[in-house]
């Protein structure tokens, strides 16, 4: 994957004259800014998660409870996250991304417990 920036300005290889770059920059950030807005979520903080909280059925059925994921796997194709429920289950799960922040048992999930109490 080519780099457009280092160092804080646009990288000049002969290429492509600078506007040219600075115009593929652009279209990138853009990219990545439809992407947080559409969802609300940094895309950055998305990557870098090693685990989120998310909305469950408690085992008796009398509500829902918060739970913590094991292992995390981002999937922007498919717009999902993909997770084990523990260090020993066998299948992966799925939140979508576009349920972000949301209290609810059909998907709800979040960076932080706080954000889902």
Sequence with gaps: MERLIKDGDIILDGTLPRYQKEKNAFLKLSSF?????????SLVKLLA?????????????????????????????????????NEYSEFTFDLEIQNYGKKDIFGGWAFTKEELE
């Design 33 to 41: 800014e439809d992407f947080e807005q559409e969802f609300g979520i």
């Design 49 to 85: 998660a090693k685990k989120v909280y998310y909305m469950d059925w408690n085992h008796d059925c009398s509500g829902f409870v918060i739970k913590e994921t094991h292992e995390l796997f981002i999937n922007l194709t498919n717009r999902t996250i993909e997770y084990y429920e």
